[in-house]
């Protein structure tokens, strides 16, 4: 079956300029997760939905990072007023259930702000 | 929060060697471990994971094994092959579940 897809692969931006990541999680899968990886680091986490509710959102850096999951699929992230620093991979990954499943990972949107 | 340590950031074997990397947790809930594998601009797979009612595990040539006392997991390939080349990270899921705290990497390399 298809497995977790992201888009856009890659997105280039201007400084303070808005933008939108998308996430569809695996079919049927209830929990949905964001992450961030900047070069040689792991990824670093930043929200969890268990279906449309964002369960936990202790990641997200500042008020410019929003994401929201109105139907329990597709996620959205969404940055506004972006700065060089959140120039990085956004990862999305979606799980069975939730805490303990494994997670299945995104290809990434690679993300830069020039 | 949870704090994982991850050594060494780089480990060169020779093909058919043994690779060892370890992790450490700050957390003593932590419940779930898992070890993900990174191949250059690719998306993190599952390799192996524990879970804290279990000290070992195995799957054909990878092995994690876990000390709850002492904090502290750690990944064993076996036989190792060109293809085990990749970066890998171990992660940890607290007790408060919903998120994984990331090692910061191994960068494995095996040479012919």
């Known amino acids: 079956g298809a497995g977790v897809s992201q888009t856009p692969s890659n997105k280039v931006t201007e400084k303070g300029k808005y933008v939108e990541l998308r996430c569809d999680p695996i079919s049927g899968h209830t929990a949905l997760y964001w992450y961030r990886q900047s070069l040689g680091q792991g990824p670093e986490f930043l929200i969890y939905f268990q279906g449309t509710g964002a369960a936990d959102d202790s990641g997200l850096p500042n008020d410019r990072f929003f994401a929201v999951r109105p139907e329990g699929s597709v996620s959205t992230l969404k940055i506004q007023r972006t700065e060089r620093g959140d120039s990085a991979v956004y990862l999305c990954?979606?799980?069975?259930?939730?805490?303990?499943?494994?997670?299945?990972f995104g290809p990434g949107t690679r993300l830069t702000v020039t | 929060g949870e704090n994982v340590e991850q050594h060494p950031s780089t480990l060169s074997v020779q093909e058919g060697d043994s690779a060892v990397i370890k992790c450490t947790y700050s957390?003593?809930?932590?419940?779930?471990f898992p070890w993900y594998k990174q191949e250059l601009g690719k998306r993190p797979q599952l390799i192996i994971d524990i879970r804290s009612n279990v000290g070992e595990k195995k799957d054909q040539r990878i092995a994690v094994t876990l000390n709850k006392t002492a904090k502290h997991f750690s990944l064993h390939i076996t036989e190792t092959q060109p293809e085990d080349s990749a970066v890998y990270f171990c992660a940890a899921e607290g007790g408060g579940g919903n998120k994984l705290t990331f090692g910061t990497g191994t960068q494995l390399k095996v040479e012919l």
């Open positions: 957390d003593s809930a932590s419940n779930y």
């Open positions: 990954a979606s799980s069975l259930t939730g805490p303990g499943d494994e997670q299945y």
